[in-house]
């Protein structure tokens, strides 16, 4: 496989995660519109946005495969993306501790003009904190730019009690999905270990 691969993201987590699959790629990030539309599940969502994110590059780089992903926080019916500031952090925090909640993750590849998504779905518990323990996490700078408004593989593991699902994809880019997609698309990922 010759084909480029464009990671639709400025995440490095993703970029790291990528790695990890030992796939050549460029990450480019793609600028979206991330509102949630009325009604619209934490599934949905994430299937959305990871698409449109890898839409918007791929019409731009016609030639080469786009991978989009994005991830998605929920509690019942309640969405959380990225917090806008340290208050929205701390609410966010303090409504998902002593919870279990899903971390949804959409993954896209849009290839010679197909796009084609894959959702993984996880749950995580979140042991209860206390207020200070979120003004210092929060102090961190680490909850900015994450959905739910923690890191799992950062300093947010310490209130992550349980996880059932993937690890990856609550870190952002769902890898058994992504391997799928792009061994689908013809990339050779058992070639690259050699």
């Known amino acids: 496989m010759t084909r480029r691969l464009i990671l639709a993201s400025a995440s490095p987590q993703r970029a790291k995660l990528l790695d990890q699959l030992g796939v050549a790629h460029t990450a480019i990030a793609a600028d979206i519109d991330e509102t949630p539309q009325p009604g ?28 989009g992903s994005d991830t998605v926080v929920a509690l019942g019916d309640r969405l959380y993306g990225k917090p806008a500031d340290a208050a929205d952090a701390e609410w966010m925090l303090a409504s998902l501790a002593g919870t279990t909640h899903r971390v949804v993750s959409g993954v896209a590849l849009c290839v ?7 959702i993984s779905t996880s749950t995580v518990t979140m042991r209860e904190t206390t207020a200070a323990e979120r003004a210092a996490y929060i ?12 890191a799992i593989q950062g300093r947010g593991a310490i209130f992550i ?3 059932d699902g993937s690890y990856s994809s609550v870190m952002g880019l ?9 061994d689908e698309a013809g ?3 058992l070639g690259a270990m050699a």
């Open 40 to 67: 619209e599940s934490a599934e949905a969502l994430a299937e959305r946005l990871a698409r449109g994110k890898a839409q918007a590059l791929a019409e731009r780089y016609g030639e080469d495969a786009v991978l």
């Open 139 to 150: 102090a961190s700078g680490e909850p900015m730019g994450k959905a739910g408004g923690y």
């Open 174 to 182: 769902p890898l058994f999905e992504t391997a799928a997609l792009l």
């Open 112 to 118: 010679g003009g197909r796009c084609v998504s894959r």
């Open 187 to 189: 990339f050779d990922l």
């Open 161 to 163: 009690a349980r996880l």
